[in-house]
C-alpha cells in the first residue's frame, strides 16, 4: 500500500513542473529504490549500500513523458517511474538490469493500481494482465513456449490449479480457431478434463515437493497452413513439447504436448503427463504428415530417464547458467566455452542418434548466438571443428546442414560485422551469396527456410525485389508449414501489388472502422511504421505537411500501420505527435496481421493507392509523395466528365 501510494505523490508533486525550472525537491534515491516489483522473481539490478550514495535520481523526458529516472554510479538506468497520460500521476514502474528494463509494472486504466505486468529483454516476453488489481496474473497476453512451460513446472511446484488454468485455450480462443468439427470435439473434452487431471498430476507428488524448471524440450514450431484442413485459418502450432525438471538429484521429463499461439501467446491443450507416451505420441496437426520431422524425435529429452553420467553433467550446465547470469563481459566467453564443452559431452553420452542430434542442434545454437553477441570470441573454430568432424561422418545431412547455417550466421553477424574497417557493402554482397549457395545445397534443411527469408530480406533492402519476390515465393512453394510462410506469402502479394488492389481493414486504435477497399475515389497512402525509428518520424513531418494540403475533401487519405511491440509505447508516441489520420494496430509487431498480410520487414514502408483502389507504387518515399500526387490530380482532371 505504502508503495503504490508513495509513486503517486512523487508524481503530483513532481510532474506537474517542467523539466526546464522545477523547484521542487526530488525524491530520495533510498526512497525510489525501495520500491519493488508486484511480482516476485524478477532479477534486477539492486545497488549495495556503498553504491547508493553515488546513485542520482532526476526528472527526464522520456518517450514524450515525464519520468524520475535513477542512475547507478556507472551512469545505468536503475529505475524509471513514468507518468504516461500526463495527469501528474505515476502508472508505470519499470525496473533495469545491465541498463536494459527487465521487468514493467503498468497502470492501464489510470487507478493508481498496476494491473498489468510485462518483462522484457533476456527476462523474456510475458505480458500478464490482472482484472481484478490484486497483484494475481488473471490471464496472459504474450508468454513464449518457454515461458509457459516453466509456468506449468511452477504451478506443479505450488499446487495451484488455477496459475495453470490460464496457460490453457479458453473456450473462446478456441471458437476462434475455426477448427475441423472432429479437432474441435477432441480438444473441448481435453480442455474440459485438464484442471482435474492437474489436480491429479500433484497430489500424486511423483515429481517431488519441489521440483523445478530446468529446461523445455521442443524442435521448433510450424505453422499448419489452411489448407490441411485442421482449421480455416493458418496456425502456429509446437508439436510434442516436452520440459526437463529437476527433483532433488534426478530429472524427469514432464510431457505437455501440442502448444498452439494465439497472438503472440502460447496456449497448453490439455493437462501435462509424466512419461505416459500414450497420451502425447503423436501430434494433434503435423506429427504424421510426410516430410514431417516425427514429433518423438523433437524431444529435448529421451524417453527412458537420463543416465547417471549425463545427470551429473545436467547439475553442473544448470550451475554453469546460474553463473552466466550474474557473469561480467570479461568472464563469458571462458564460461560460454565449459557450456558447449558440457552440451558436447551430453551429445557423446547420449544414447541414441536421435537424441545426440538434439544436442548437437542445442549446442550449436548456443555456439552461434553467444559468438553473435561477442561473448565467446572462439566461438567461429569452435563451430568449424565440429562441423569439420560432421563431414568425415556419417552423420545425416540436415544435422551437418544445420552446423553450417549456424556458423554462417555466426561469422558474418559476430566476426564480419564486428570488423570496425568492414566494406559493408561487399559483406552484405558476399552474405546473400553464401545464402544462395546454402539454400542450393540444402533445400530441404531446417535452415533452409530461414536462409531463404534472410537471402529475400536482403535481396529487397539492396533493391532488387524481383529476385526478393523470388525468394520468397521458394518459401511457400518448398516450405508451406515454416514459420515464414505467411510472411512470404504477405511479400509476395505486397511486391506484385503494383497496378492491383490490396486488403486492408481493422478498426484503428480511436475506435473508428478502416477498410482502405472502401476509400475509392482519392489517393490512399499506407504508412507503416514504428515509433522507434527515427526515420518514420521524420516521415510524420512530412505526411503531415501533405496532410494538411491535400487530406480528406481535397483528395488525399492516410492509413497509418503502427508495428510496435507495445501498444504503450505507440500511444505515447500518438500522444505527443497528434497525428489527425487513423492508426491501424494489433499486438506482435513484425509478427501482427498486418505485418503478415504484407510481409513487412522493415520500415518506414509506404504504399501509395490511386483513386481506383489500384496499387501505383509499392515502396513510395516521402520526397515522391507530393510529385506523385500533382500527378495523380492532373490525371484526374484531364479525365472528361459523365453526365
Not at 519499470?94 to 486504466?109: P, S
Request: glycine share 6%; charged share 30%.
Amino acid at each position: 500500500m505504502f508503495r503504490r501510494h508513495y509513486c503517486v505523490c512523487i508524481a503530483a508533486v513532481v510532474l506537474s513542473c517542467t523539466l526546464e525550472a522545477s523547484t521542487w525537491a526530488a525524491p530520495s534515491v533510498k526512497d525510489a529504490l525501495n520500491l519493488k516489483p508486484v511480482q516476485d522473481g524478477i532479477d534486477y539490478d539492486i545497488p549495495t549500500a556503498d553504491q547508493v550514495k553515488d546513485c542520482t535520481i532526476k526528472a527526464e523526458k522520456i518517450n514524450g513523458s515525464v519520468a524520475w529516472v535513477v542512475r547507478g554510479p556507472d551512469g545505468k538506468v536503475l529505475r524509471q517511474f513514468s507518468d504516461s497520460d500526463s495527469d501528474n500521476r505515476v502508472d508505470t514502474w519499470c525496473y533495469f538490469r545491465d541498463g536494459l528494463e527487465v521487468y514493467r509494472d503498468l497502470d492501464a486504466n489510470f487507478n493508481d493500481k498496476a494491473d498489468q505486468y510485462r518483462w522484457f529483454h533476456n527476462a523474456g516476453m510475458r505480458w500478464g494482465i490482472d482484472r481484478d488489481e490484486d497483484g494475481t496474473i488473471d490471464s496472459w497476453k504474450l508468454i513464449s513456449a518457454e515461458e509457459a512451460a516453466a509456468e506449468v513446472v511452477e504451478a506443479i511446484r505450488t499446487a495451484d490449479v488455477e496459475r495453470f488454468e490460464r496457460l490453457l485455450l479458453s473456450s473462446s480462443e478456441l471458437k476462434q480457431l475455426a477448427l475441423s468439427e472432429s479437432l474441435h470435439e477432441k480438444l473441448t473434452e481435453s480442455l474440459k478434463s485438464a484442471p482435474a487431471d492437474f489436480r491429479k498430476l500433484t497430489a500424486s507428488k511423483k515429481l517431488g515437493d519441489d521440483p523445478e524448471f530446468h529446461d523445455f524440450g521442443g524442435l521448433k514450431p510450424g505453422m499448419v497452413p489452411a489448407e490441411a484442413g485442421s482449421a480455416e485459418q493458418d496456425l502456429l502450432v509446437y508439436e510434442n513439447v516436452s520440459a526437463m525438471v529437476r527433483t532433488g538429484d534426478d530429472f524427469e521429463q514432464l510431457r505437455l504436448g501440442t502448444l498452439v499461439n494465439v497472438k503472440g501467446a502460447w496456449r497448453l491443450l490439455g493437462s501435462p503427463t509424466l512419461n505416459d507416451a500414450t497420451k502425447v505420441a503423436s501430434g494433434l496437426f503435423y506429427d504424421n504428415t510426410p516430410g514431417v520431422v516425427p514429433a518423438s524425435s523433437g524431444a529435448l529429452a529421451m524417453d527412458n530417464a537420463p543416465s547417471e553420467k549425463m545427470q551429473e553433467i545436467l547439475s553442473k550446465l544448470e550451475e554453469l547458467d546460474r553463473e552466466l547470469m550474474q557473469a561480467s563481459a570479461k568472464k563469458k566467453p571462458a564460461l560460454n566455452k565449459t557450456r558447449a564443452n558440457l552440451l558436447l559431452q551430453l551429445a557423446n553420452s547420449s544414447a541414441n542418434a536421435s537424441e545426440r542430434s538434439q544436442w548437437l542442434r542445442q549446442l550449436a545454437d548456443m555456439v552461434s548466438a553467444a559468438t553473435q553477441d561477442r561473448s565467446f570470441p572462439e566461438g567461429l573454430n569452435y563451430l568449424k571443428a565440429i562441423e569439420a568432424k560432421l563431414a568425415k561422418q556419417d552423420s545425416t545431412d540436415d544435422l551437418l546442414g544445420y552446423f553450417e547455417f549456424q556458423r554462417m550466421l555466426a561469422e558474418y553477424y559476430g566476426v564480419t560485422l564486428a570488423d570496425p574497417d568492414v566494406d559493408h557493402a561487399k559483406a552484405h554482397a558476399q552474405w546473400l551469396e553464401d545464402l544462395e549457395a546454402f539454400v542450393e545445397d540444402h533445400p530441404k534443411d531446417d535452415n533452409a527456410a530461414e536462409a531463404l527469408r534472410q537471402l529475400a530480406m536482403g535481396t529487397e533492402i539492396s533493391g532488387n525485389d524481383k529476385d526478393a519476390e523470388k525468394w520468397y515465393r521458394q518459401i511457400i512453394e518448398n516450405h508451406p508449414s515454416s514459420i515464414h510462410a505467411p510472411m512470404a506469402r504477405g511479400a509476395v502479394t505486397r511486391l506484385s501489388s503494383v497496378g492491383r488492389s490490396i486488403k486492408l481493414a481493422g478498426k484503428a486504435v480511436n475506435g473508428r472502422s478502416v477498410d482502405v477497399s472502401k476509400l475509392r475515389g482519392k489517393a490512399v497512402l499506407v504508412q507503416y511504421w514504428t515509433s522507434s525509428s527515427e526515420v518514420c518520424k521524420s516521415d510524420h513531418a512530412v505526411l503531415s505537411n501533405l496532410y494538411k494540403k491535400y487530406g480528406g475533401n481535397r483528395g488525399l487519405e492516410i492509413v497509418g500501420v503502427n508495428l510496435d511491440y507495445s501498444r504503450d509505447e505507440m500511444l505515447s508516441y500518438l500522444k505527443e505527435s497528434r497525428l489527425p489520420w487513423p492508426q491501424l494496430y494489433e499486438s506482435g509487431g513484425f509478427e501482427s496481421r498486418y505485418a503478415q498480410e504484407m510481409g513487412v520487414v522493415t520500415v518506414p514502408l509506404m504504399l501509395l493507392i490511386g483513386a481506383d483502389g489500384k496499387v501505383i507504387n509499392d515502396n513510395i518515399q516521402a520526397a515522391e509523395i507530393e510529385e506523385a500526387l500533382k500527378k495523380l490530380q492532373t490525371r484526374q482532371a484531364r479525365k472528361p466528365r459523365t453526365r
